[in-house]
């Protein structure tokens, strides 16, 4: 079965970096896209960056883009995300993501506080 298990998530301070991965496993990891999104207390499940599956594309929303470096090692069959400039607002829960067969599987997230 499809798993997916993120880490590297913690408490760090503004301007502070963290490197999320996320270990995937149950199917053949370069075949497909992989997601990180997030989600802040009280808010909905947003995307934050999308890779290919070779790694060779990869997609932010705006206002990660310059501080959020998703990339992926299929030899690994890991995703990372590399965020840098941490502001308080970060603060969420981040979870990988694949879509397969047409349906999405999620892992158990991570937590990632900003704060001083």
């Known amino acids: 079965q499809v798993q997916l298990v993120e880490s590297g998530g913690g408490l760090v301070q503004p301007g502070g970096s963290l490197r999320l991965s996320c270990l995937a496993s149950?199917?053949?990891?370069?075949?497909?896209?992989m997601s990180w999104y997030r989600q802040a207390p009280g808010k909905e499940r947003d995307k934050v960056a999308t890779?290919?599956?070779?790694?060779?594309?990869?997609n932010y929303i705006d206002s990660m883009k310059g501080r959020f470096t998703i990339a992926r090692d299929n030899a690994k069959n890991t995703v990372y995300l590399q965020m840098n400039s941490l502001k308080p607002e970060d603060t969420a829960v981040y979870y990988c993501?694949?879509?397969?067969?047409?349906?999405?599987?999620w892992g158990q997230g991570t937590q990632v506080t900003v704060s001083s």
């Open positions: 890779i290919s599956s070779l790694g060779t594309s990869t």
């Open positions: 993501n694949v879509v397969r067969v047409g349906r999405n599987y």
């Open positions: 149950g199917f053949t990891f370069s075949n497909y896209a």
